[in-house]
Structures are given as C-alpha cells and as structure tokens.
C-alpha cells in the first residue's frame, strides 16, 4: 500500500527535552513538508524540502529542526527552543512537479507535560 | 502567493447542494486552483483541482469563471460525512513555494 505515514500518534514532551516526530513515505515522491496546526486553525508551514540532504524554512521555523538523508524520511525535531509546542502536526508529500497536490499524513499530536 | 478568502463556516442539510466560494483576486497565469477537505485529527484530503471553466470528479465540481479571481467547489447532495473543514489552495504546482492553507470553511451538514 502506498502512502505516507507519521509516528507517533500521540506524544509527550517534558519541559527542556527536545522530541522527534516521524514521517515516511512510500510514494516515490521529490517534496515533503511539514505543518503546525493549532485548534480551530488553518495549517502553518513549518519546513519543507524538495530534495535529499536540502530544505528549507517555512513561516514558523523557530523551535524547530528537519533534516532529509533518504528520500522517504523527512523527520521533524521539536526543540526545548519552541515555548509553545502542543499542537497537532502535520507530514505531506508531493511529486515535484505538482506541490499543490499534496498527501497527507495521519499527524502527531503533541502535548506537554 | 495569492491570497485566498473564504467563509468561516456553512452549515446545510442532507441531500442538499453546497457550494463553497473562495476569493483570490491576486491569482497568476500560471496559479492552479486546488480544494482540501479535513476532518478531526485528521491531515487534509485532496479533493479536486482545477485551471479554468468546469472540473469534475466523483466526489465534487469546481467551477473558475474566465477572470480566475474566485472559484466555487460544489458538493452534490451532500451527508452528515460531509462535515469537514474545506480549504481552497491557489498557486503554482511546480514552483519551490510555501503553500498557504488559510484557516478554512467549516461546513456543518445536519440531519
């Protein structure tokens, strides 16, 4: 089965540790991205990345940290740096040729303890 | 990137024909039109997508009038499943962008 998948489905974080949310995908797909998104609220890029070892930043970078070694696997890491991280959170994909059409993820909830 | 402009919330009943418009007064030549749906907890759902005149899928129609400064998603006969939040996307498919979802409308189907 082909799609894209994130993990863990809920997650705690403790004051000053920093967490690392999962997404893979299995779509052969270039692009991936990241999103925030807070209750009652549209969903706010975070990072995204057209390319292995490249990314780039979104509208709410700060707090947080990407990295894309495999084309498959663009994790996400909440650092101690973002005050207010809870939040649900939001892995996409794209072929490279059609970043509007995106596939969604299941998402992350995370809440601080 | 072009702004997009929708209703905060709609509210039908069963069986009934939605039709959802959103605003991009700003839209560029080479700007597709592309409608999201989500639910609770859950990532967004494509739904259909569109350049210009009529598209139409399975599930839904996009309208675009020749200006391209608005367009209009149409849910025929909708159900109680139709309950989401609906997000209208404007930009270039094959450009290094940061997409702009917008907060959404939320249609509310009741029985």
């Known amino acids: 089965d082909g799609g894209i998948t994130q993990s863990p489905k809920y997650l705690f974080r403790k004051e000053g540790q920093n967490v690392t949310l999962s997404c893979e995908q299995n779509?052969?797909?270039?692009?991936m991205y990241w999103y925030r998104q807070d209750p009652g609220q549209g969903l706010r890029l975070i990072y995204y990345s057209q390319i292995v070892n490249d990314f780039q930043k979104g509208d709410i970078a700060e707090g947080y940290s990407v990295s894309r070694e495999k084309k498959e696997s663009f994790p996400l890491t909440v650092t101690s740096a973002q005050k207010n991280p809870t939040a649900f959170y939001l892995c996409a994909s794209t072929p490279f040729w059609d970043q509007e059409t995106q596939y969604f993820g299941p998402g992350t909830r995370l809440l601080v303890l | 990137l072009a702004k997009t402009t929708q209703p905060i919330s709609m509210d039908s009943y069963e069986g009934q024909e939605v039709n959802i418009t959103c605003s991009h007064n700003?839209?560029?030549?080479?700007?597709?039109i592309t409608w999201y749906q989500q639910f609770p907890s859950q990532g967004p759902r494509f739904i259909i997508q569109g350049y210009k005149t009529k598209v139409t899928n399975e599930v839904a129609s996009l309208f675009i009038p020749a200006d391209r400064k608005s367009s209009t998603l149409s849910l025929p006969r909708v159900s109680l499943s139709d309950t989401a939040v609906y997000y209208c996307?404007?930009?270039?498919?094959?450009?290094?962008?940061?997409?702009?979802f917008g907060s959404g409308t939320q249609l509310t189907v009741l029985p």
């Open positions: 996307l404007v930009g270039d498919r094959g450009s290094a962008r940061q997409l702009t």
């Open positions: 700003n839209i560029a030549t080479n700007d597709y």
């Open positions: 779509l052969n797909h270039d692009a």
